[in-house]
């Protein structure tokens, strides 16, 4: 008898390779006191092969990379350093995107004297 992994294998060499399911679905019902085959429907299905499946069995899964302690420091060291240069980066660079702004006041020019445009109190600046 085959054991639990042995089995689990089996199936994943199985969808690794890619395979062809048959399935065979057989409806009865009663006829005249007897149960006869009143439907029968045959569906063949080509599954792919699958790139997970041929990870796991070559144990290469990137879950199950190991690392040593220096090359966790390494990497620590690495993205520490990589988080330093992005906060100290000017502002400027990090606002150079697709779009252009452009500062509007916000009556779009409309204040007259005596009124407040947004932000300004009555009165101020006159």
Partial sequence: ???????????LMKV????????????YAEVDGQMRLVKRKETRKDIPPDIKAVQ???GSSS??????DEQLEEERLRLLQALQAAQSEPKDKKKGGKYATKKVD???GKAGKGQASCGQEKGAGD
């Fill in 56 to 58: 796991m069995l070559q």
């Fill in 1 to 11: 008898m085959k054991s639990q992994e042995e089995k689990l294998n089996e199936v």
């Fill in 16 to 27: 690794a390779k890619g395979c062809r399911i048959e399935e065979i679905v057989e409806e």
């Fill in 63 to 68: 879950e199950e990379k190991v690392l040593s």
């Fill in 106 to 108: 916000g009556d779009g």
